[in-house]
């Protein structure tokens, strides 16, 4: 400072450095670049075949997160199948999302298939939970085996090179991938955090132990700004599916369009044997609808559903024109294989109807045909009852004195009858037990209980 600066103008001087030093304290560190967003958490939860109303779930969720400024989108994905091709659009939109999304295969023990695999390379960050795998034994990438070589390897070069590009960007291995593209990895939780680096960010139990770890971590996401997540302490908020979207899941569901697409037919054949108000046709109609609703979003094997379509034929044909359980036993085994091979497993690794879900349907419709056969079988060997031999054991009325041989009036009609024993006076009442040459032989009914009202034969009634 200046020796001829008078006392007031140094004071001056001072307090400007002063204000001025509080000033630079009051402004942001350029040095930090992450920023701390203080905007709510949340959850959403993935479980089932991932397919397209799976994606719209979930874009539905990241639009919220991405509304509010979300500090992060926890998905806790338990998935063991999906439409590859629907993941891998959704991969992508994971990468350019607007807020920090975290992939958690939870809980212990969920075997996440190729679809994990692609969602835990897209994340911003990926955890693990003890005992949890990612990937499959078959290629991630499949590619058309009519296209010629060079152009197969140029699309499974672009896939492994997507893949390494969005866990390098986020310091996580890489080597691993061009292997799950071309021939196919499985990582565990143990496996993937002992790689070096690690092919994924966090191993955590659960979610409070997700959230811990979470605390304070920076992301840089896709349009180049880095923030900071805080979660400790925090219950993060779960986004459910609407009605629609969950009707749309389940039907996306192929266990559950298998089961629609058999009661749909069940019902329209009920509704064509048994004709009424239309109660099974517009049941029938409904769950067919709904079965194709579901196979509309899946990767259908044509000659699969050939085969589910077939059997059903064969299986109601048999019960129109019987053939002693030929048409039964190749229509069940016809369903059978077309249900277990419905879905294309190339492009919806570990989705498929469950053999359980197959086992009742086939088990159900045999045990039916079965229950069938038994109750033919066993009227087949009861006596005839048609024609005259249906009055046996009927109760008739003597209508002109039995001595033996007289009138008696049963059914409608009147009978030459015989007497059995002794002679039966007219109104009362006997017992019809045996036909012979259009002539009832009766017997008197020896303790009659009171007898019912009598009933007088139309005028002019015929005589047989």
């Known amino acids: 400072m200046p020796a001829h600066c008078s006392p007031y103008q140094r004071s001056g001087m001072l307090v400007v450095a002063l204000a001025t030093a509080l ?10 670049t992450a920023q701390q967003s203080g905007g709510p958490l949340y959850a959403v939860e993935v479980n089932g075949i991932v ?3 799976t994606i719209d779930y979930l874009r539905r969720a990241v639009q919220i997160a991405e509304a509010s400024s979300a500090d992060a989108l926890i998905i806790s994905y338990s998935s063991t199948g999906g439409v590859l091709r629907e993941v891998r659009v959704f991969a992508a939109e994971i990468v350019q999302a607007r807020v920090p999304i975290v992939v958690f ?10 679809a994990g695999a692609i969602f835990v390379t ?6 693990l939970a003890p005992d949890t795998s990612f990937g499959s034994p078959f290629p991630l990438a499949q590619v058309d085996e009519t296209l010629s070589q060079q152009t197969r390897d140029l699309l499974l070069d672009n896939v492994s090179a997507q893949m390494k590009k969005w866990n390098e960007t986020r310091g996580r291995n890489a080597d691993w991938i061009d292997r799950a593209v071309r021939e196919g990895v499985i990582l565990n939780n143990q496996q993937a955090i002992s790689l070096d680096p690690p092919a994924v960010d966090l191993v955590a139990a659960d979610q409070r132990e997700l959230l811990t770890l979470l605390e304070g971590r920076t992301v840089t996401l896709d349009d180049g700004r880095t923030v900071r997540i805080s979660a400790l302490g925090r219950t993060p908020t779960l986004i459910e599916p609407t009605l629609f979207e969950s009707l749309r899941l389940a039907l996306a ?4 369009a298998f089961a629609l697409l058999v009661l749909g037919s069940m019902a329209i054949y009920l509704e064509l044997n048994t004709p009424g108000v239309g109660l099974f046709a517009g049941a029938g109609l409904v769950l067919l609808l709904g079965a194709a609703a579901g196979f509309l979003v899946l990767p259908i094997v044509w000659w699969g559903m050939t085969l589910v379509i077939l059997g059903l034929v064969l299986i109601g044909a048999e019960f129109v024109a019987p053939t002693h359980g030929g ?10 294989v077309g249900g277990g091979n419905l879905i294309d497993a190339t492009q919806a690794p570990g989705a498929g109807v469950a053999w359980w879900a197959l086992l009742i349907v086939v088990g159900g419709i045999a045990a039916t045909a079965a229950a069938g056969l038994a109750l033919a079988l066993r009227s087949r060997k009861r006596p005839a009852a048609t024609g005259t031999e249906a009055l046996i054991g009927r109760l008739a009325q003597v209508r002109r004195r039995l001595d033996p041989r007289g009138m008696v009036f049963v059914e409608g009609a009147l009978w030459q009858a015989i007497s059995e024993s002794e002679p039966v006076e007219v109104g009362d009442w006997v017992r019809v037990v045996a036909v012979h040459n259009l002539q009832l ?5 020896e303790s009659e209980e009171p007898a019912p009202q009598e009933a007088q034969p139309p005028s002019g009634g015929r005589v047989v």
């Open 23 to 32: 000033l630079l304290l009051t402004l942001p560190d350029k040095s930090v």
């Open 51 to 53: 397919t397209a109303p």
């Open 105 to 114: 295969i939870t809980p212990r023990g969920t075997q996440a298939g190729p």
């Open 122 to 127: 897209a994340a911003h960050v990926s955890a």
């Open 253 to 256: 569901d192929p266990t559950v």
């Open 327 to 336: 048409l039964m036993i190749t229509g069940l085994a016809m369903l059978g």
């Open 441 to 445: 032989i009766v017997r008197p009914l």
